[in-house]
């Protein structure tokens, strides 16, 4: 089932999306995160929407805590930044802040005088279902409700500038998300492809096959001491391709558009201005 936060006649609430019908079931009164705190998705209120007729928003639209991001989590990626034959041993996290988010279609705006090396990341992340501490890797997936897509756009020199990398990944609109949730029921995430292309030029083509640490090893690390909640967003990693990767780096410029698809999720396209 694939889920999307929607806008129609003023107001917003989940929707159950059939994007090869292009239609929506709204579910009135809910919001994404209701859903997935649910034992069930609610049944539909009413008929359905065209797709054409709605503006999908974020599937989260504001997540009510920081998402969690694990950085060079791809072989190629990580020998790309300069790590070479030195792999992380456990996985490197880091977060961005909830204000980064934007939705599928809304620009990607380059902040002139602040950065001008603005990177973009395709990246599969997970949503949390379910609340957990100490979650072990065997009941990882227990407590995943699905996923979704998500571009972890970062200004390198700032990433560069700061010893921490909150700033360089945190500016507003830093993090398209969507264009929905697919709940994972439906979705191997061992092994699916993700591609990202500038324009029309593929930059990014890899599988998750390919990460260092899987799923629930990322699972298992965050939760050993720190809660999860229902509605927590895990970004999982980007595989080589970046721009800061080319010889010269090839940054984003205004007039481009940045366009992710992961295997039995979607699309994500955005604008950058």
Request: one cysteine or more; a negative charge; proline letters at 9%.
């Amino acid at each position: 089932m694939k889920l999307a936060t929607i806008r129609h006649d003023g107001l917003q609430c989940a929707a159950i999306v059939d994007p090869d019908a292009k239609r929506v079931w709204p579910l009135p009164g809910h919001s994404m995160i209701d859903v997935i705190g649910a034992e069930r998705v609610p049944p539909p209120d009413g008929a359905r929407i065209p797709l054409a007729e709605v503006s999908l928003l974020a599937p989260i639209p504001r997540p009510a805590r920081n998402i969690f991001c694990v950085g060079k989590n791809y072989r190629d990626h990580a020998a790309e930044m300069g790590a070479g034959d030195a792999l992380p041993e456990v996985p490197i996290l880091f977060s961005k802040v909830p204000q980064t988010v934007i939705a599928d279609g809304d620009p990607i705006c380059i902040p002139h005088g602040l950065s001008e090396a603005i990177d973009y990341e395709a990246e599969l992340a997970v949503v949390i279902g379910r609340e957990g501490r100490g979650i072990a890797k065997a009941d990882a997936y227990d407590h995943v409700f699905g996923y979704t897509i998500l571009n972890d756009v970062t200004a390198r020199d700032l990433q560069r500038r700061h010893s921490q990398w909150l700033i360089g990944k945190s500016l507003d609109g830093f993090c398209p998300l969507g264009p929905w949730i697919v709940t994972a029921d439906e979705l191997d995430p061992a092994t699916i492809g993700l591609r990202l292309w500038v324009n029309d030029e593929l930059r990014q083509d890899a599988s998750t096959a390919d990460l260092i640490f899987d799923i629930p090893t990322i699972i298992a690390t965050i939760s050993a001491g720190i809660t999860l909640y229902p509605g927590d967003i895990i970004a999982t990693g980007t595989p080589a391709g970046v721009g800061a990767g080319f010889k010269p780096p090839r940054f984003l410029k205004a007039g481009d558009r940045v366009t992710i698809e992961i295997d039995g999720i979607g699309r994500l396209s955005n604008p950058v201005r």
